[in-house]
């Protein structure tokens, strides 16, 4: 019922920029936490950075510093912001998000599909 749907990811040479997009739909009250995490091949997924409902953000090794989260809450969509890119940042960007359906049901979590982002020597 509750859908997540990243876009932006690509190809892209080493010290570019992509801008990530994740847009939720479907039945939603409210998003409490939304934000991206990554995987790649053989490796555990691993935090990128989340946003919290109060504006507060949490960056994980891998996204601090040269990411930047952000939200419209207007349009349910999380964005992240990556510049700098190294090819270590390629990886399958997914988004997640705690979204509270319907205003007396508990927060459930919810992950999108992924995007490519592939980063070239």
């Known amino acids: 019922q509750v859908q997540l749907v990243e876009s932006g990811g690509g190809l892209v040479q080493a010290g570019g920029s992509l801008r990530l997009a994740c847009a939720a739909s479907?039945?939603?009250?409210?998003?409490?936490?939304m934000g991206w995490y990554r995987q790649a091949p053989g490796q555990q997924r691993e935090l990128v950075a989340l946003?919290?409902?109060?504006?507060?953000?949490n960056y994980g090794d891998s996204g601090q510093g040269r990411f930047t989260v952000s939200r419209d809450n207007a349009k349910n969509t999380v964005y992240l912001q990556m510049n700098s890119l190294k090819p270590e940042d390629t990886a399958v960007y997914y988004c997640?998000?705690?979204?509270?359906?319907?205003?007396?049901?508990?927060?459930?979590?919810?992950w999108g599909q992924g995007t490519q982002v592939t980063v070239s020597s």
């Open positions: 997640y998000a705690l979204i509270r359906p319907r205003v007396l049901s508990r927060g459930n979590d919810y």
């Open positions: 479907g039945s939603i009250f409210s998003i409490n936490i």
């Open positions: 946003m919290y409902s109060s504006g507060s953000t």
